[in-house]
């Protein structure tokens, strides 16, 4: 049982943000693909990687935008 509180969805924004950057904006498979980069590192980084867990998904973002900046899967707006 949990309440309801201001900002009970802050920590879920920040990653669905990075998948749809990761993705592509407006690219449906885009985003298919970057979370299920974002759930592979993110748990691979948790168990390998303890003290760094919390900035491998913001590496990896980091380096999708310096490969592709328009996301991995882009519409071409």
Known sequence: VASVYPGMGGNVLIVCFVVVVIGGIGSISGALIAS?????????????????????IYVLMAIILIWRPEGLRSKGY
């Open 36 to 56: 299920l980069l974002v759930g592979f590192v993110d748990t691979f980084g948790k168990v390998f990687f303890a003290q760094f867990s919390g900035i491998g």
